[in-house]
């Protein structure tokens, strides 16, 4: 097998990267990771390097580090860490440790790609990864998107080595003369990915050695099964908020987050694989006299005379900033969320109403902005409302 030539039809023919865009490669320093680094280097994409240090593994997660500071300063390439006290933020978010390093490592990648003006990360999952996660799914209970494992393009991760499996990985880095290091928390069982990978698996190959090809195998006819019908489940599924087939079909092509469609009575927005169905915002203008302030979180009522009509309602931004109510200073939404204990994920969901200025006057669920506060003199009371499910 000539592994660069097989990876590099991969790309082409899944049209993942192209010359002239910048990448952000993944790398733990592990033998997938390294392989990954080494193949697109070789290549001559544009790439720089993220390695993160979640502090789980004491001296082990150091030597890591050590690692890929080594290869990276050795072929040239430009490195980016970062180090999360990953036990204590689990602790705080009420998660696990694998879900918490999976939240703080996907949030970085996407400020990283902003700060570096890269197109996408690539990550090293493999053919194998496919397989165990696709039984994974099945042993926890799956529809058919379960079944059709990982994908070589998910918004801006990308998978290049998913036409090729551990043992090629490995084989490629000693043709090299390439060596990597190894996890010792992957030779443990205590975890449901490696009891599938020592355990599981190496039995079911004692049974048939095509045991992930065969897996793989099905998971592409079950895609190509379900190809014709995909486009109807999901307009099904979205025509009831008012959205038409047009929309659904541009829903479905999409790769990018943020992405935001809206129907006359709801806004669908993309997020990374899921779509994200809110009730539109409704905004009326009251006369202020005789109006009694409605105490809810799902409603706001505003200075209609101090707003700048339109509004528009749209997911938080980096850099987004108010005054909330109460508050006489200006303060980062980052840190206002924060101070909330929101998890990472619904920060990125977190919904501000913003005017033709582009001010701040609602951070939707939690807080008005204070320069737009009913007083005294108020004349007219612009009331915003949404319905939750």
Same mark, same amino acid.
């Given at each position: 097998?000539?592994?660069?030539?097989?990876?590099?039809?991969?790309?082409?023919?899944?049209?993942?990267?192209?010359?002239?865009?910048?990448?952000?490669?993944?790398?733990?320093?592990?033998?997938? /990771?390294?392989?990954?680094?080494?193949?697109?280097?070789? #290549? !001559?994409?544009?790439?720089?390097?993220?390695?993160?240090?979640?502090?789980?593994?004491?001296?082990?997660?150091? @030597?890591?580090?050590?690692?890929?500071?080594?290869?990276?300063?050795?072929?040239?390439?430009?490195? !980016?860490?970062?180090?999360?006290?990953?036990t204590?933020?689990?602790?705080?978010?009420?998660?696990?440790?694998?879900?918490?390093?999976?939240?703080?490592?996907?949030?970085?990648?996407?400020?990283? &790609?902003?700060?570096?003006?890269?197109?996408?990360v690539?990550?090293?999952?493999?053919?194998?990864?496919?397989? %165990?996660?696709?039984?994974?799914?099945?042993?926890?209970?799956?529809?058919t998107?379960?079944?059709?494992?990982?994908?070589?393009?998910?918004?801006?991760?990308? @998978?290049?080595?998913?036409?090729?499996? @551990?043992?090629?990985? %490995?084989e490629? &880095?000693?043709?090299?003369?390439?060596d990597?290091?190894?996890?010792?928390?992957?030779?443990?069982?205590?975890v449901?990915?490696?009891?599938?990978?020592?355990?599981?698996?190496?039995?079911?190959?004692?049974?048939?050695?095509?045991?992930?090809?065969?897996?793989?195998?099905?998971?592409?006819?079950?895609?190509?099964?379900?190809?014709g019908?995909?486009?109807?489940?999901?307009?099904?599924? #979205?025509?009831?908020? *008012?959205?038409?087939?047009?929309?659904?079909?541009?829903?479905?092509?999409?790769?990018?987050?943020?992405?935001?469609?809206? /129907?006359?009575? !709801?806004?669908?927005?993309?997020?990374?694989? %899921?779509?994200?169905?809110?009730?539109?915002?409704?905004?009326?203008?009251?006369?202020?006299?005789?109006?009694?302030?409605?105490?809810?979180?799902?409603?706001?009522?505003?200075?209609?005379? #101090?707003?700048?009509?339109?509004?528009?309602?749209?997911?938080?931004?980096?850099?987004?900033?108010?005054?909330?109510?109460?508050?006489? *200073?200006?303060?980062?939404?980052?840190?206002?969320?924060?101070?909330?204990?929101?998890?990472?994920? %619904?920060?990125?969901?977190?919904?501000?109403?913003?005017?033709?200025?582009?001010?701040?006057?609602?951070?939707? *669920? &939690?807080?008005?902005?204070?320069?737009?506060?009913?007083?005294? /003199?108020?004349?007219?009371?612009?009331?915003?409302?949404?319905?939750?499910?």
């Open positions: 097998m000539n592994f660069q030539k097989t990876v590099a039809t991969f790309i082409e023919a899944n049209d993942l990267l192209s010359f002239g865009k910048k990448y952000i490669v993944a790398l733990s320093g592990g033998a997938d /990771s390294v392989a990954l680094l080494m193949l697109l280097h070789a #290549l !001559h994409y544009d790439i720089e390097v993220a390695h993160c240090n979640f502090h789980l593994r004491g001296e082990e997660a150091d @030597r890591d580090e050590a690692f890929v500071r080594h290869l990276c300063k050795r072929i040239g390439v430009t490195l !980016h860490t970062k180090h999360f006290d990953t204590a933020w689990a602790t705080a978010q009420k998660m696990s440790i694998e879900t918490a390093a999976r939240e703080l490592r996907y949030a970085w990648f996407d400020k990283l &790609l902003t700060q570096r003006g890269a197109e996408a690539c990550v090293a999952h493999h053919k194998d990864d496919s397989a %165990e996660t696709i039984l994974m799914n099945i042993i926890r209970g799956t529809g998107k379960g079944l059709l494992g990982i994908k070589a393009r998910n918004n801006n991760i990308l @998978r290049p080595l998913l036409c090729v499996g @551990r043992k090629d990985i %490995e490629y &880095l000693k043709s090299i003369g390439q990597y290091i190894t996890d010792s928390s992957n030779m443990k069982d205590d449901v990915r490696n009891k599938m990978r020592l355990n599981i698996i190496p039995l079911m190959k004692e049974i048939n050695p095509k045991t992930t090809e065969n897996i793989l195998r099905t998971a592409e006819n079950i895609a190509e099964a379900i190809e019908t995909d486009e109807n489940r999901l307009y099904d599924a #979205l025509s009831g908020y *008012g959205f038409n087939g047009s929309q659904v079909r541009q829903m479905k092509n999409v790769t990018e987050s943020g992405r935001e469609f809206l /129907s006359p009575t !709801h806004r669908a927005i993309i997020d990374r694989s %899921e779509i994200i169905i809110e009730p539109a915002l409704r905004a009326e203008t009251i006369d202020a006299k005789g109006f009694e302030i409605i105490r809810d979180k799902d409603c706001a009522c505003l200075d209609a005379d #101090l707003v700048k009509m339109p509004i528009r309602m749209r997911t938080v931004q980096e850099g987004d900033s108010f005054v909330p109510f109460g508050m006489k *200073g200006r303060k980062l939404l980052s840190d206002f969320m924060t101070d909330h204990k929101m998890p990472l994920n %619904e920060k990125r969901r977190q919904q501000v109403v913003v005017d033709a200025e582009g001010r701040i006057v609602w951070v939707v *669920g &939690l807080r008005p902005d204070d320069r737009f506060r009913i007083t005294d /003199s108020t004349r007219c009371v612009l009331f915003l409302s949404r319905q939750r499910h």
